[in-house]
């Protein structure tokens, strides 16, 4: 699936459901079948760590500390991080050891980082600037549609 027919998909499912986490739940599906992803999810931060939320792929690690691997970077710099190979990431965490790449997100809900997009591949430098774009723009569209607001709420933050 391109880029193109999954902000579609997600716009459809946006308008046809009002429930936050089943609309998460599938523009993460819908983000899982672009070609060569291995894994797609979000991690939340619970006001200490980065805590494993909806996802599309293998298990995954439930935890994350803040600074710590591609995410933890992501979510304390508020920057994507585009990691051609993840093997000379310092610190890179390894949830499954047959990644080569990774795209990490920021989501940002009023100037503050909640938690992250996560999109793994075990293809060596699968993602590029295109994906940072389409990607942001996604999350742009989730966020104005408040999908993120439930977890904000949840998780404690005003």
């Known amino acids: 699936m391109d880029y193109e027919r999954i902000i579609f998909n997600i716009k459809l499912q946006l308008h046809k459901e009002s429930n936050p986490l089943a609309n998460l739940c599938n523009s993460l599906a819908f983000i899982y079948e672009l070609e060569d992803v291995s894994w797609a999810g979000i991690y939340f931060f619970d006001g200490n760590e980065l805590v494993l939320g909806p996802f599309q792929g293998?298990?995954?690690?439930?935890?994350?500390?803040?600074?710590?691997?591609?995410?933890?970077?992501?979510f304390s710099d508020l920057?994507?991080?585009?990691?051609?190979?993840?093997?000379?990431?310092?610190g890179h965490i390894a949830c499954d050891f047959n990644t080569n790449s990774e795209i990490v997100l920021p989501i940002i809900i009023?100037?503050?980082?909640?938690?992250?997009?996560?999109l793994d591949s075990y293809k060596p430098a699968r993602f590029d600037e295109y994906d940072k774009e389409k990607l942001e723009q996604?999350?742009?569209?989730?966020?104005?549609a408040g999908v993120f607001n439930i977890f904000k709420k949840t998780r404690g933050f005003n």
């Open 138 to 144: 996604i999350l742009s569209i989730l966020t104005d």
């Open 58 to 74: 293998k298990a995954a690690c439930n935890r994350i500390k803040p600074q710590s691997g591609v995410c933890g970077a992501a």
């Open 110 to 118: 009023d100037g503050k980082a909640i938690g992250v997009l996560d």
């Open 79 to 90: 920057k994507t991080y585009v990691v051609k190979n993840v093997h000379d990431f310092p």
